[in-house]
Structures are given as structure tokens and as C-alpha cells.
């Protein structure tokens, strides 16, 4: 999976630099401290189920997500968090690896990430993270910038 990462990355002239872990990282804590940064700068990648429709969350590992302003922002009447096979099924990455490109959803990215001149995202897998820029990241993905944190 992380091939497809570097592959992607390359075809959308996305510069990254991969970091290898000794182990997964499960909390967003334990990733910033696997490669040195404050727990905002982690981009989390959260899959959420609107109206029936697959989106990708990339948030601040700083705050937790509003699912009001998510579904405001959206304008869907319903938003909820997606299952493990539910994300498998619309990314091919499982929980905990799905980096914030590499797939065809929509993304909404969280504005507080913007405060850094990079970000770590997932790299395909639980054991990679991505370091980018996220103005980059926002620009190769086509994201919808907006404040979505709790």
C-alpha cells in the first residue's frame, strides 16, 4: 500500500518524505511522538459516511471533529462516522493507514492544519507516516478548506 502512496504522490507532483515506524502508531499522541512534533501537526484522515456518501476528513489531530459543522458544511442531513470495512471499501486502506490522497473521495480538510509548513498524514499503512506541506496537500487533493474541529 505504501507504493501506491509514493506512486500517487509522484503522478499529483506531491512531495513527500516517508517515515518508516519500528510500530504502529494507534493514537494520535503516540504518532507525534514517533517522529517529533506537536499532536496538531498529525493529520488524521477519518472516513465519514453523509447522506449515504463516502468523504475523507483530514483533521488536526489537535481536536476532535464536529459532525454538525461537517454536515453544515456538507448540506446533508446526516453524518456519521464509517465502519472499518466501510472505509476499507472506499479508500483500500484500512483504518489507521489511509493517507489523505491516494483514493477518488471528496475531501474536507481542517483549516487549523494550514498554521504549519508541514504535516504528518498516514502512509498506506499503520506503520508510515507522510511528512508534506499541507497548503500542498490541500491544492492536489482539491480539498474544501474549512473549521470542522470540536
Known amino acids: 500500500?505504501?507504493?501506491?502512496?509514493?506512486?500517487?504522490?509522484e503522478e499529483l507532483g506531491l512531495r513527500v518524505d516517508v517515515r518508516k515506524l519500528d510500530r504502529p502508531t494507534r493514537t494520535v499522541h503516540e504518532a507525534a511522538s514517533a517522529v517529533g512534533c506537536e499532536d496538531a501537526?498529525?493529520?488524521k484522515s477519518i472516513?465519514?459516511?453523509a447522506d449515504g456518501d463516502p468523504v475523507i476528513v483530514i483533521a488536526s489531530g489537535e481536536h476532535r471533529i464536529d459532525t454538525?459543522?461537517?454536515a453544515e458544511l456538507l448540506d446533508v442531513a446526516e453524518v456519521r462516522q464509517a465502519s472499518a470495512?466501510?472505509?476499507r471499501a472506499a479508500t483500500g486502506f484500512s483504518?489507521?493507514?489511509?493517507?489523505?490522497?491516494?483514493?477518488?473521495?471528496p475531501v474536507v480538510f481542517d483549516e487549523?492544519?494550514?498554521?504549519?509548513?508541514?504535516?504528518?498524514?498516514?502512509g498506506g499503512d499503520g506503520n508510515s507516516l507522510v511528512e508534506v506541506d499541507p497548503r500542498?496537500?490541500?491544492?492536489?487533493?482539491k480539498a474544501t478548506v474549512a473549521q470542522i474541529g470540536a
Do not use: N, W
Open 41 to 43: 501537526q498529525i493529520a
Open 1 to 9: 500500500m505504501r507504493e501506491k502512496v509514493l506512486r500517487t504522490a
Open 47 to 49: 472516513v465519514f459516511v
Open 95 to 105: 483504518v489507521g493507514g489511509v493517507p489523505p490522497f491516494a483514493h477518488d473521495l
Open 136 to 141: 500542498s496537500l490541500v491544492s492536489c487533493t
Open 85 to 87: 470495512d466501510e472505509v
Open 68 to 70: 454538525y459543522k461537517l
Open 112 to 122: 487549523a492544519l494550514l498554521r504549519h509548513d508541514h504535516v504528518f498524514a498516514a
